[in-house]
């Protein structure tokens, strides 16, 4: 294990990704050096990731609500009969939809 990631308590492995206490990859992200930002554009950041983060768990909220429901949570696009609760393997039209560049996010059934 090599120096700490900069201004982060992770140490940074020899390929430039932070580890863990044991040697395991805690993120495949490189240290970043935040001299390059100005305060301006830190601030900006800081909203930026605190608004992604509230809509990340908002999302996975409702994921969770919908899937204690024992409903489907997904529906494939091209055949609305096809749904899928978002447990066990992906069905092959998931795989597709992967593959194709969608996101499961994009697969979600509206709850409106």
């Not at 932070?18 to 990859?25: H, K, S």
């Not at 809509?55 to 899928?84: C, D, F, H, I, M």
Request: charged share 30%.
């Amino acid at each position: 294990m090599g120096d700490l990631a900069h201004g982060a308590n992770w140490p940074v492995g020899r390929n430039g990704a932070c580890v863990d206490r044991r040697g395991g990859t805690v993120s495949n992200l490189k240290p970043f050096d935040f001299n390059l930002f100005s305060d301006k554009q830190l601030i900006d950041l800081e909203a930026q990731v605190r608004q992604e983060v509230k809509r990340r768990r908002k999302l996975a909220q409702s994921y969770r609500e919908l899937s204690e429901k024992g409903g489907p949570v997904y529906r494939n696009p091209s055949n609305s009969a096809e749904t899928w609760t978002g447990r066990g393997r992906q069905p092959k039209w998931v795989q597709g939809a992967l593959a194709d560049g969608m996101s499961l996010e994009d697969l979600v059934i509206d709850q409106d």
